[in-house]
C-alpha cells in the first residue's frame, strides 16, 4: 500500500484558491500514474485529476475543468493541486494516491483498497 501524507486544506470562500500538497512516504514517486481523489459527505469518491508518469496524459473531471490544476515533482516525490475559483460543490475530503497505469483509467476507475487521512477542503460564504 502506497502511502501519502497530504496537506493545505482550509476554509475558504467561493471564488477563493487553495494549494493542495502530498509527499509520498518511503518510495518514488516517477514510477506511477498519481492522482487526486474526492470524497463529499454522503457520496462516492470521485477522481478529480490525475497525471502519467513524466506528464504524458493528464485528466480533469470535467467539474474541474479550467479551474485546477495538477503537477507532480518528482525529484521531490511531492504532488500538488492548484485550486481557483472555488465552489461550494468542491467542499471534500481530498486524497491523492498512486498507482500503476494512465492517467484517465486511473481517475474514473481508481483501485484503492485503503484511503490515507487526506486533507479537509470546505468552500462556504
Known amino acids: 500500500q502506497l502511502q501519502f501524507v497530504e496537506s493545505g486544506g482550509g476554509l475558504v470562500q467561493p471564488g477563493g484558491s487553495l494549494r493542495l500538497s502530498c509527499a509520498a512516504a518511503?518510495?518514488?514517486?516517477?514510477?506511477?500514474?498519481i492522482g487526486w481523489f474526492r470524497q463529499a459527505p454522503g457520496k462516492e469518491v470521485e477522481g478529480v485529476s490525475c497525471?502519467?508518469?513524466?506528464?504524458?496524459?493528464?485528466y480533469y473531471a470535467s467539474s474541474v475543468k479550467g479551474r485546477f490544476t495538477i503537477s507532480r515533482d518528482d525529484a521531490k516525490d511531492m504532488i500538488h493541486l492548484e485550486m481557483t475559483n472555488l465552489k461550494e460543490e468542491d467542499t471534500a475530503v481530498y486524497y491523492c494516491?498512486?498507482?500503476?497505469?494512465?492517467?484517465?483509467?486511473?481517475?474514473?476507475?481508481?483501485?484503492?483498497?485503503?484511503w490515507g487521512q487526506g486533507t479537509q477542503v470546505t468552500v462556504s460564504p
Open positions: 494516491a498512486a498507482d500503476h497505469g494512465i492517467a484517465g483509467s486511473f481517475c474514473r476507475w481508481p483501485r484503492i483498497a485503503k
Open positions: 518511503g518510495f518514488d514517486l516517477d514510477m506511477y500514474v
Open positions: 497525471v502519467s508518469r513524466n506528464n504524458a496524459e493528464t
